[in-house]
């Protein structure tokens, strides 16, 4: 039970500042957005997806799979953005190398704790660890409306990037049908394997 309490508080802290770093990268490349929406904030109130952030990673953590979820997307609109094409993939991957430094912080922590031998600090350290590149390399996974879609997009011509968005509305779906296929257990989490086993926490 401690470890689902832990992870959903993980995940929401992960989440949060996963959007945050969005809206703040957006803000600094001219887009007012999400600050005029009120989401520059860490108070997870603001962010908060009962569905994304509470029911499904929860019924994850309960089917002893990762706990992957999300929180209401930051609001950016893209054509205030200096350079459109450029800043929509900055703005993209703001949040999943948000996730990677929360990673480096939470690797420092579990190693802290095991010279330590402080057991709650190395299970935090452990389970933050794991959430934070779980959440990075599961959002940039090609698929929109994830963040690694952003950088797809901007590599694409106008033409085949508007085909491309079309695929959004069905976004969820496909996701969906993909952890339900094992492409989590397939792709995702042997990559984040070997970046835990980069942080000496695999």
Do not use: C
């Not at 042997?190 to 970046?195: K, S």
């Amino acid at each position: 039970m401690l470890n689902v309490v832990l992870s959903l508080a993980l995940l929401l802290l992960a989440v949060v500042l996963h959007e945050v770093s969005h809206g703040w990268v957006a803000l600094r490349l001219g887009d007012t957005t999400a600050k005029a929406a009120g989401r520059l904030t860490l108070n997870p109130l603001a962010h908060l997806d009962l569905m994304g952030t509470v029911i499904v990673p929860g019924l994850l953590i309960l089917a002893h799979l990762p706990p992957v979820g999300w929180a209401k997307p930051v609001p950016v609109n893209f054509g205030a953005l200096r350079q459109p094409k450029r800043d929509m993939v900055l703005v993209g991957m703001a949040g999943p190398l948000a996730n990677i430094l929360l990673a480096v912080l939470f690797a420092a922590l579990f190693h802290l704790s095991v010279g330590l031998h402080f057991k709650t600090g190395i299970l935090i350290g452990y389970l933050g660890l794991w959430i934070n590149l779980l959440l990075a390399v599961f959002n940039l996974m090609p698929i929109p409306p994830l963040d690694g879609s952003r950088f797809v997009l901007g590599l694409l011509p106008p033409k085949w990037g508007l085909r491309y968005l079309k695929l959004e509305p069905f976004g969820f779906l496909i996701l969906l049908a993909l952890i339900y296929a094992g492409l989590l257990e397939k792709t995702v989490l042997p990559i984040v394997g070997r970046l835990a086993g980069l942080l000496g926490a695999a």
